[in-house]
Structures are given as structure tokens and as C-alpha cells.
Antibody
Framework: QVQLQESGPGLVKPSQTLSLTCSVS??????????WTWIRQPPGKGLEWIGY???????SYSPSLKSRVTISRDTSKNQFSLRLNSVTAADTAVYYC????????????WGQGTLVTVSS | QSVLTQPPSASGTPGQRVTIFCSGS????????VNWYQQLPGTAPKLLIY???KRPSGVPDRFSGSKSGTSASLAISGLQSEDEADYYC?????????????FGTGTKVTVL
């Protein structure tokens, strides 16, 4: 059973870079038709897709966040990561990592989520 | 502002049938498949329905999905107290700026 776990700082200052890592166990991030994905949810609000890194290493980002986002991976550690630059209070959210399956990418495995607050 | 619109709330008594609608456009629901997620309070979302009407292993057959044109719906039959949650539709949106995986605005289901 594949499991995902987010980790990273819970507090980031405005204008700095938010960095999170998702550790995957029970399956390889470089095998299979999987899209390793980041999603966020501001407190009390809905879900927002950030982007993914495909098992092959290719990436795709939300058009609204594209200029500030980088998703990368470390296959030796079976982890993938999120970097979001120039953060503001609007980036305060619970950040989830998830696994997308196939071209329609239903997200069938999720991490528990981690709250990141942007504040000075 | 999501491009997939859902009613903010829906409710029913135990045993009733509740249907949630998700309205989109030709660039998303009209041309791509729809997935549905259930988010229980304080937890991560869970995949409920994929590819319009398929249930992952372990999801009760009380949950069913359908799609027609640029809209989709999720039906919960035989409503139970543990179904009280937020429900989100989602689909790929083929935007001019590139593909975007969009979620609906979410519907809070209350069991009366």
C-alpha cells in the first residue's frame, strides 16, 4: 500500500520560498503511469491543484502558479518536492501531496497534509 | 474562483438520496472525465468516483457518478451519518495557458 507523507517548515516569512518534501513508501516514484502531485487548501476554503511531476520526470504546473512553482524529485530517496517562491499570506494553506493515476489523474493516494503559514 | 460550480450545501435524512451537481464547460467537463472526492472533517480528501462513474475498491455502491455534456453529478443513496462531509468534483481544464486540474467549489453534505 503506497503511503505519502509531507514534511517541511510550518512557518514561512513573506517574500521567502516555501519548500516541502513528500516521502513515498510502498512504491517507486519512478515506476508506473503515476503523476506525483501537489494540492493546497487555504483554511476554510476549497482545493487548488499546484502541479505534478510525472514518473518520467516531466512536470506540469497550474497556469496561475507557474511563474513561482518548481516541483522536483530525488529518486534515490523516493521523494518529490515543492518550491513556491515569493510567498504572501495568500499562500497560507494545508499542502497535500498525492498520487495521480493515468492520464485523467484521479488522485487515489493522499498524504495527511501539512499546514504552512506565511507570516512575519 | 473555480471554473467548476457546485451548490455550497446539500442535506438529507438518513436513508434518503442526495444528488450533487457540478457544472463546467466544454474545456473541462465537456471534453474530459470527472473525478469526485470526499473530505471528512479534518482529514485529507479521498477519491470517491473516477472516470465519471467508476468506484475505487472499498467505496460503497451507495455512491454513484454520472456525466452529461458539461455537467456531472454525484448521487448518494441510502444516506448515512458518516457521509457528512465536503464533496468536490474535479476535471482537467484545457486552458489557453496550458492544462489545469480544476476542483469544484465544493458541497457540504449535512445529514439531518
Amino acid at each position: 500500500q503506497v503511503q505519502l507523507q509531507e514534511s517541511g517548515p510550518g512557518l514561512v516569512k513573506p517574500s521567502q520560498t516555501l519548500s516541502l518534501t513528500c516521502s513515498v513508501s510502498g512504491g517507486s516514484i519512478s515506476g508506473g503511469d503515476y503523476y506525483w502531485t501537489w494540492i493546497r487548501q487555504p483554511p476554510g476554503k476549497g482545493l487548488e491543484w499546484i502541479g505534478y511531476i510525472y514518473y518520467s520526470g516531466s512536470t506540469s504546473y497550474s497556469p496561475s502558479l507557474k511563474s513561482r512553482v518548481t516541483i522536483s524529485r530525488d529518486t534515490s530517496k523516493n521523494q518529490f518536492s515543492l518550491r513556491l517562491n515569493s510567498v504572501t499570506a495568500a499562500d497560507t494553506a494545508v499542502y497535500y501531496c498525492a498520487r495521480g493515476l493515468g492520464s485523467s489523474s484521479p488522485l487515489d493516494r493522499w498524504g495527511q497534509g501539512t499546514l504552512v503559514t506565511v507570516s512575519s | 474562483q473555480s471554473v467548476l460550480t457546485q451548490p455550497p450545501s446539500a442535506s438529507g435524512t438518513p436513508g434518503q438520496r442526495v444528488t450533487i451537481f457540478c457544472s463546467g464547460s466544454s474545456s473541462n467537463i465537456g471534453g474530459n472525465t470527472v473525478n469526485w472526492y470526499q473530505q471528512l472533517p479534518g482529514t485529507a480528501p479521498k477519491l470517491l468516483i473516477y472516470t465519471n462513474n467508476k468506484r475505487p475498491s472499498g467505496v460503497p455502491d451507495r455512491f454513484s457518478g454520472s456525466k452529461s455534456g458539461t455537467s456531472a453529478s454525484l448521487a448518494i443513496s441510502g444516506l448515512q451519518s458518516e457521509d457528512e462531509a465536503d464533496y468536490y468534483c474535479a476535471a482537467w481544464d484545457d486552458t489557453l495557458n496550458g492544462p489545469d486540474y480544476v476542483f469544484g467549489t465544493g458541497t457540504k453534505v449535512t445529514v439531518l
